[in-house]
Antibody, heavy 119, light 108 residues
Framework: QLQLQESGPGLVKPSETLSLTCTVSGGSISRSSYYWDWIRQPPGKGLEWIGTIYNSGSTYYNPSLKSRVTIFVDTSKKQFSLKLSSVTATDTAVYYC???????????WGQGTMVTVSS | ETVMTQSPATLSVSPGERATLSCRASQIVSTNLAWYQQKPGQAPRLLIYGASTRATGIPARFSGSGSGTEFTLTISSLQSEDFAVYYCQQYNNWPPITFGQGTRLEIK
């Protein structure tokens, strides 16, 4: 059964770059029928879609974050990664990676990783 | 951007009773609408996709309906494990994919 696991620093300083990696186990990351997404959730708040990567390199980002976000994939390691630059306290959130199919919504989620932006 | 609005913000229902949660889209999303359940400290879990199709392993007491801009999630007979926060999400008009703000289902 396919599983996702986020990893990365839990604390990032303001103005620096947040970097997270999602490792895929129990299945392939290369199938073209799936999107690989990042979603975040500030403490006590709702879900915000960050962006997606598919077809081993094509990306779409949330326009509200587009200028600061990069998502990329390393198929040899079965990982996809998120970089969010120039972070502020408002970027403090639980960050989830997830797999989405074209028609079925976010079927599989990682457990999430809390990232705090603070000096 | 397609704004998703859920109502009510909080719903108080007794175990064994029916719960009806609503979701409205600011633009037509066809049936490209999903529902998720989230419990404290956990990732969201997909319940419904395509507005009305239950995801794998989801009990039959969960049902979804609607199309266009108006959607409903119904839980026919609430069990203790169903008390959680529920989110709707559209994947018709993207980017960005958008979520509703959530409905908290609490025990009455």
């Amino acid at each position: 059964q396919l599983q996702l696991q986020e990893s990365g620093p839990g604390l990032v300083k303001p103005s620096e770059t947040l970097s997270l990696t999602c490792t895929v186990s129990g299945g392939s990351i290369s199938r073209s029928s799936y999107y690989w997404d990042w979603i975040r959730q500030p403490p006590g708040k709702g879900l915000e879609w960050i962006g997606t990567i598919y077809n081993s390199g094509s990306t779409y980002y949330n326009p509200s974050l587009k200028s600061r976000v990069t998502i990329f994939v390393d198929t040899s390691k079965k990982q996809f990664s998120l970089k969010l630059s120039s972070v502020t306290a408002t970027d403090t959130a639980v960050y989830y990676c997830a797999r989405r199919s074209v028609t079925d919504g976010f079927e599989i989620w990682g457990q999430g990783t809390m990232v705090t932006v603070s000096s | 951007e397609t704004v998703m609005t859920q109502s009510p913000a909080t719903l108080s229902v007794s175990p064994g009773e029916r719960a009806t949660l609503s979701c409205r889209a600011s633009q037509i999303v066809s049936t490209n609408l999903a529902w998720y359940q989230q419990k404290p400290g956990q990732a969201p879990r997909l319940l419904i996709y395509g507005a009305s199709t239950r995801a794998t392993g989801i009990p039959a007491r969960f049902s979804g309906s609607g199309s266009g801009t108006e959607f409903t999630l119904t839980i026919s007979s609430l069990q203790s494990e169903d008390f959680a926060v529920y989110y709707c999400q559209q994947y018709n008009n993207w980017p960005p994919i958008t979520f509703g703000q959530g409905t908290r289902l609490e025990i009455k």
